[in-house]
């Protein structure tokens, strides 16, 4: 099971970006897809969830409004569309692949695979 991240990069407060995750080794429409973030010192943060049976969303208050999660079921790739970036959500960015929704699924114990991910860095 491989889960590759990419799309980060060094953007400017207001700015957007859109992160992609590509999965290969598991039946990806089967799959709950999350993304979370981290920095240092700090526990991995849940972002934005999506459920592939019927495209059914979760996201974290902080990035509601401003982020989206979409999911194409027929190239096994989820995307995180980051808009009105703030120098608070500079951050490494993970994706994840689990079989839990419902509250597990705003949890990093409730996924099973994770990408290497992708560092995010919005200045001010």
């Known amino acids: 099971v491989q889960l590759q991240a990419s799309g980060g990069g060094l953007v400017q407060a207001g700015d957007s970006l859109r992160l992609s995750c590509t999965t290969s080794g598991v039946p990806f429409w089967s799959f709950i897809m999350g993304w979370f973030r981290q920095t240092p010192g700090k526990d991995r943060e849940f972002v934005a969830s999506i459920r592939g049976s019927d495209g059914s969303s979760y996201y974290s208050d902080s990035v509601k409004g401003r982020f989206t999660i979409s999911r194409d079921n027929a190239k096994n790739t989820v995307h995180l569309q980051m808009s009105s970036l703030k120098p608070e959500d500079t951050a490494v960015y993970y994706c994840?692949?689990?079989?839990?929704?419902?509250?597990?699924?705003?949890?990093?114990?409730?996924?099973?695979?994770w990408g290497q991910g992708t560092q995010v860095t919005v200045s001010s």
């Open positions: 994840s692949a689990g079989t839990n929704w419902g509250p597990r699924a705003l949890a990093a114990t409730g996924y099973t695979y």
